[in-house]
């Protein structure tokens, strides 16, 4: 067995509850949750989705089941996850960790079966719903907004570092909106006369590559674009980022709390207690196609003045007065 399999067998048995058993499940309504991130960094998340879940009276292990299947940032994976899934006889499939997710749930169930989804793009463009408003079909969700704000991330680090001339942008070319990513932060590089230089990582090796790259070009500052698979490795991206000496954003808080400079996203785990109120709805009898597509729209910047010191960045008040977490 792969290491990695081994560590996520492992760490699934950690996030799922110790009640759920074979017995329970015949007589409980069951839950599949997926995802494309990793039960280690999704932890807080999972907890989210429980608290949604028991707004409709919903508890694990005492009155519904939860199937769990983690990709762990490895999306050719998400087909053969959801059709594991699709095996159980689901109350709800919910599917989690953006586009590589859903589209693989809606590929393997039936029309029959609800879904809740999260996804960072907007599910009308992706064919997962007819409106925000009414959905349609057997499919909701809550839409996260995770990408839109990639522009955003970039003019804030040219704000905090107005001398950068060269920041470099990590992208993984496996995620779905890796086009879109690059367009719009070329496109912000332009309107702002900043040179941006593009490193593709779409696994760990490509990862330690891109790095190693984007110092070669000389970049000053980086930015991490949003994507599930950058989540899993997010500790390990903060060490890169610190070892380099390269000042960083990031889409969630969870980075800046991990160490690296600075985020602006919305708050996750906000987006996931939304799921698990879907899923609970759909539980009690409501028909996804009466749930309107859920739209994040609280973001939050969250700066690291820790890091800044060690850095050697001296941030304006004005600036840091702007965040809505400081972390000293």
Known sequence: MRRNAFIAGILVSVVASPFSSRAQQSTMPM????????????RHLVAAFHEGMRTSGFVEGRNVTVEYRWAMGQYDRMQTLAAELVSHQ?????????????????????????????????PVKLGLVESLSHPGGNMTGISLLTTAPEAKRLG?????????????????????QADDQAREVLEAGRMTGT???????????????????LIDRKVGALLVTSDPFFDTRRDRIVELAAHFALPAI?????YA??????SYGINLADGYRQVGV?????????????????QSVKFEFVLNLRTAQTLSIQVPPTFSARADEVIE
């Open 31 to 42: 839950v599949g949750f997926m995802s494309s991130r990793g039960p280690e960094d999704s």
């Open 90 to 122: 689901l109350s709800v499939l919910v599917a989690t960790g953006g586009e590589p997710s859903v589209l693989a749930a809606k590929s393997a169930a039936s029309s029959s079966t609800p879904i809740v989804f999260t996804t960072g793009g907007d």
């Open 156 to 176: 804030l680090l040219h704000e905090l570092l107005p001398a950068v001339t060269a920041i470099g942008v990590l992208i993984d070319p496996n995620y779905r």
């Open 195 to 213: 040179q941006i230089e593009i490193a593709h990582a779409g696994n760990d090796r490509d990862l330690e590559l891109a790095f190693s790259s």
């Open 250 to 254: 990031y889409q969630f808080r969870e």
């Open 257 to 262: 709390t991990a160490g690296g400079l600075m």
């Open 278 to 294: 879907y899923a609970g709805r759909i539980l009690k009898g409501t028909q996804p196609a009466n749930l309107p597509v859920y």
